[in-house]
C-alpha cells in the first residue's frame, strides 16, 4: 500500500510558515492531473494560469508576514457543476457547450478561495448529475483508480478519483441521490453529504431543487471537517457531545441486495459495534419516491433543451428525463407527501440511538465493460440502480458520511453513517471513534 501523502491542514501549516510554496504545490498537482491523463486524474478542465496567479498571491501574502487562511496553498478541484468565473459550467453535458461564461465563482469555491485553497480545475460527472457511474458520451469515462477496469461511481465520481489519486487533498462535490457518496465507497475515500440546505448552493447548476446538496470528499477526517466549517461561513454549529455513541444498523431494504464481497466485512464489522438494529418500514418506497422526485424536477427543469433538440442528450438521461416530463403531477405530490410522513418515522430513531449506518454501495465497483449489479437476484444496469442505499436517505434530507471499511480487500467497500438532521459533528466524532477502533480506514492508493 501507498504512503499516505500529506493532509490538506499540514500542507496549509507548511505554507504558512513558509517551509512550502504555495506555487510548488499547485504546479505539482497541475503536473499530477496532466500525467494521469482525464481518465485517471477525474479532471476534465485544468485552469492553470489561474491557479498559478492564485497560488502566487499567496506565497507573496506569506512573504509580507501576512496569514493567508487555514487552506493557505491547498490545491483543490471542483465537479463541473460548480461556477469557475470566465468558464462555461457544463455540468457534464454537452449541450451547454454554448451556454455563457459564468460572471463570478459559486459561493463554496469563494469561500474555500477565502480561506487559502486554490482551485486548480474541475472535474468529470454524469451528465446533469444523472447517474452512478461517471460514464460520460461527451467528456468520457472516470476510472476507478484502484482498478481502472472498473467504474467510479457516480455522478461526481472526477472528485472522488481525483481525492483518491492524490491530486488533491479534497474535492469540492454535489449530492442529489448519493452523487458523491457512491463515488466515494467505490474509490475509497471519505465523502460527507451534509444535511439538506446546510452549506451555500449559490453558482450551482440545479438539477432537483428539492434534493440537491452541496458536499465533499477528502483523504483525512479532520480536513473533510476543517472544509465543512468553511463552507459553514462561520454558521454555528451544535455540539457533538462527549456521551458515548449509540451505533444502530438499518436493516431491511438496507440488508437486501447485498454483495457477497460486503456481507462479511459488514457482519465484522456490526459485531464489533453492538446489536441495536432498526426496521425502517417502507424504505423500497423511499427509494421509489425519491426517484420520482428526480425524475420529475429533472424533467422539468430539462423540458426546453429535450423539446429543442433531444439527440443533444445522452440517451439513458434523455430516456429518465422523457420520463419525468410524463409523469402525473400527482405522482410528484404523492412522493412529496410521503416524504414528509418517513422523515417523521426515521426522526423517531434517533431518539434510541446517534449514528445509524448502512452499506453506502452493495459492494465492488462494477466494471465499465459489463456496468451491471445485482438486484433482486437479476442483473440490472450499474447507472441507474447503485445508490439503492443512498436514495431513501437523501429523501429525508438527512446528513450522511461515507466511510471506507478497514481491511485488505481486492477494491474498497464502503459504509454510511447517518444522524439527524443537523448533527454533522456526531458523524465526525463517531467517524473518528471508527478510524481510532481500526473498523474504518482511508487505505493507500495500490501501486499499479
Known amino acids: 500500500m501507498a504512503t499516505r501523502p500529506p493532509t490538506a491542514i499540514t500542507l496549509a501549516q507548511a505554507v504558512r510558515d513558509g517551509q512550502l510554496k504555495a506555487a510548488d504545490l499547485c504546479r505539482q498537482a497541475l503536473d499530477h492531473a496532466e500525467a494521469l491523463g482525464s481518465e485517471r486524474s477525474g479532471f476534465t478542465r485544468l485552469l492553470r494560469r489561474r491557479a498559478m496567479l492564485r497560488a502566487e498571491a499567496i506565497d507573496k501574502l506569506v512573504e509580507a508576514g501576512l496569514d493567508p487562511g487555514p487552506l493557505a496553498g491547498v490545491p483543490f478541484g471542483a465537479a463541473d457543476l460548480f461556477d469557475v468565473s470566465g468558464e462555461i459550467t457544463t455540468a457534464g453535458s454537452g449541450t451547454r457547450h454554448g451556454a455563457p461564461f459564468a460572471s463570478r465563482d459559486a459561493t463554496a469555491i469563494r469561500l474555500l478561495e477565502a480561506a487559502g485553497a486554490v482551485l486548480i480545475g474541475t472535474q468529470n460527472m454524469d451528465e446533469f448529475g444523472y447517474g452512478f457511474v461517471t460514464m460520460n458520451a461527451h467528456f468520457g469515462t472516470t476510472r476507478n483508480?484502484?482498478?481502472?477496469?472498473?467504474?467510479?461511481?457516480?455522478?461526481?465520481?472526477?472528485?472522488?478519483?481525483?481525492?483518491?489519486?492524490?491530486?488533491?487533498?479534497?474535492?469540492?462535490?454535489?449530492?442529489?441521490?448519493?452523487?458523491?457518496?457512491?463515488?466515494?465507497?467505490?474509490?475509497?475515500?471519505?465523502?460527507?453529504?451534509?444535511?439538506?440546505?446546510?452549506?451555500?448552493?449559490?453558482?450551482?447548476?440545479?438539477?432537483?431543487?428539492?434534493?440537491?446538496?452541496?458536499?465533499?470528499?477528502?483523504?483525512?477526517?479532520?480536513?473533510?471537517?476543517?472544509?465543512?466549517?468553511?463552507?459553514?461561513?462561520?454558521?454555528?454549529?451544535?455540539?457533538?457531545?462527549?456521551?458515548?455513541?449509540?451505533?444502530?444498523?438499518?436493516?431491511?431494504?438496507?440488508?437486501?441486495?447485498?454483495?457477497?464481497?460486503?456481507?462479511?466485512?459488514?457482519?465484522?464489522?456490526?459485531?464489533?459495534?453492538?446489536?441495536?438494529?432498526?426496521?425502517?418500514?417502507?424504505?423500497?418506497?423511499?427509494?421509489?419516491?425519491?426517484?420520482?422526485?428526480?425524475?420529475?424536477?429533472?424533467?422539468?427543469?430539462?423540458?426546453?433543451?429535450?423539446?429543442?433538440?433531444?439527440?443533444?442528450?445522452?440517451?439513458?438521461?434523455?430516456?429518465?428525463?422523457?420520463?419525468?416530463?410524463?409523469?402525473?403531477?400527482?405522482?410528484?405530490?404523492?412522493?412529496?407527501?410521503?416524504?414528509?410522513?418517513?422523515?417523521?418515522?426515521?426522526?423517531?430513531?434517533?431518539?434510541?440511538?446517534?449514528?445509524?449506518?448502512?452499506?453506502?454501495?452493495?459492494?465492488?465497483?462494477?466494471?465499465?465493460?459489463?456496468?451491471?449489479?445485482?438486484?433482486?437476484?437479476?442483473?440490472?444496469?450499474?447507472?441507474?440502480?447503485?445508490?439503492?442505499?443512498?436514495?431513501?436517505?437523501?429523501?429525508?434530507?438527512l446528513p450522511a458520511l461515507v466511510l471506507p471499511l478497514a481491511g485488505d480487500f481486492p477494491m474498497p467497500l464502503g459504509i454510511q453513517l447517518i444522524s439527524a438532521a443537523g448533527n454533522e459533528p456526531v458523524l465526525f466524532r463517531a467517524a473518528r471513534e471508527l478510524i481510532d477502533q481500526g473498523l474504518c480506514a482511508v487505505p493507500g492508493l495500490p501501486a499499479r
Open 145 to 397: 483508480p484502484h482498478d481502472p477496469t472498473r467504474v467510479a461511481g457516480g455522478a461526481a465520481g472526477g472528485s472522488a478519483v481525483a481525492v483518491a489519486t492524490q491530486v488533491v487533498p479534497f474535492s469540492l462535490a454535489f449530492d442529489t441521490n448519493g452523487s458523491l457518496r457512491v463515488p466515494a465507497a467505490l474509490c475509497g475515500v471519505i465523502g460527507l453529504k451534509p444535511t439538506y440546505g446546510a452549506l451555500p448552493r449559490g453558482g450551482c447548476f440545479p438539477f432537483v431543487e428539492s434534493l440537491d446538496v452541496v458536499g465533499a470528499l477528502a483523504r483525512d477526517l479532520d480536513d473533510l471537517a476543517l472544509v465543512y466549517a468553511i463552507l459553514r461561513d462561520g454558521a454555528s454549529e451544535r455540539e457533538a457531545g462527549r456521551e458515548p455513541i449509540r451505533f444502530g444498523r438499518l436493516m431491511s431494504w438496507f440488508d437486501d441486495n447485498i454483495a457477497e464481497e460486503m456481507r462479511a466485512p459488514l457482519h465484522a464489522f456490526w459485531n464489533r459495534l453492538g446489536r441495536i438494529t432498526f426496521e425502517l418500514e417502507h424504505s423500497e418506497i423511499a427509494r421509489a419516491a425519491a426517484s420520482v422526485i428526480i425524475a420529475a424536477e429533472g424533467g422539468s427543469l430539462h423540458r426546453p433543451g429535450i423539446e429543442q433538440d433531444p439527440m443533444a442528450f445522452e440517451a439513458p438521461v434523455r430516456g429518465r428525463m422523457l420520463a419525468g416530463m410524463l409523469l402525473p403531477s400527482e405522482d410528484y405530490l404523492r412522493a412529496q407527501r410521503f416524504r414528509a410522513w418517513i422523515q417523521e418515522r426515521l426522526r423517531r430513531q434517533f431518539e434510541l440511538c446517534d449514528v445509524l449506518f448502512t452499506p453506502a454501495a452493495p459492494g465492488y465497483a462494477p466494471t465499465i465493460a459489463d456496468p451491471v449489479m445485482l438486484f433482486g437476484g437479476e442483473p440490472i444496469p450499474a447507472r441507474s440502480h447503485l445508490g439503492i442505499y443512498t436514495q431513501p436517505i437523501s429523501l429525508m434530507g
